[in-house]
């Protein structure tokens, strides 16, 4: 069965450094998606993305994001300026097609600000 | 009322028993819902999708009931595997392309 893989599963970083997350969706999906889970609280929607470029984005996805779908098949997420906070497992998800359709999700970057 | 609600347990139960979650949403203009399972420290994983009235799977069965915004999830002859946070997710509002939101988790632990 087609999965979304993602990478580095670990990630440590000194706060203030960028990171990149790596993602690729299933194949044949038209739709990405990246998500966020701080330790102990829910999933959140961090942004979403379709055509090249981003389509719908959270209250969470400032200035210190970015996404880039550098070449057909990987899906990045950039984090500028890391914070404390940033601290998570981050969740990349594709869709075949966007609304009403459910969304694969990776298997996760946890992510560990020190 | 919250995006979505749902009882964040634990559910404490013998194997082979019967055991339901209850999930509210504020959105009357959903069309989908989802439920999903999370293994700890795990990615959500699609346990199954509901579109109408409801939708049977094997030991698993989600009822919608649209006019009191309402979805559940009842677990037939619960296995030790079954032990997991189940995620109830409905389409978010605002756009057209997909944004997901979760609920906080129902809690299963299944004893032997």
Known sequence: EPEVTQTPSHQVTQMGQEVILRCVPISNHLYFYWYRQILGQKVEFLVSFYNNEISEKSEIFDDQFSVERPDGSNFTLKIRSTKLEDSAMYFCASSETGYNQPQHFGDGTRLSIL | ?112
């Not at chain 2, 979505?4 to 339901?20: H, M, Y």
């Not at chain 2, 504020?26 to 509901?50: G, H, I, T």
Request: charged share 20%.
């Open chain 2, 1 to 112: 009322r919250k995006e979505v609600e749902q009882d964040p347990g634990p559910f404490n139960v013998p194997e082979g028993a019967t055991v339901a979650f209850n999930c509210t949403y504020s959105n009357s203009a959903s069309q989908s819902f989802f439920w999903y399972r999370q293994d700890c420290r795990k990615e959500p994983k699609l346990l199954m999708s509901v579109y109408s009235s409801g939708n049977e799977d094997g030991r698993f069965t989600a009822q919608l009931n649209r006019a009191s915004q309402y979805i559940s999830l009842l677990i037939r002859d619960s296995k030790l595997s079954d032990s997991a946070t189940y995620l109830c997710v409905v389409p978010g509002r605002g756009g057209s392309q997909g944004n997901l939101i979760f609920g906080k988790g129902t809690k299963l632990s299944v004893k032997p």
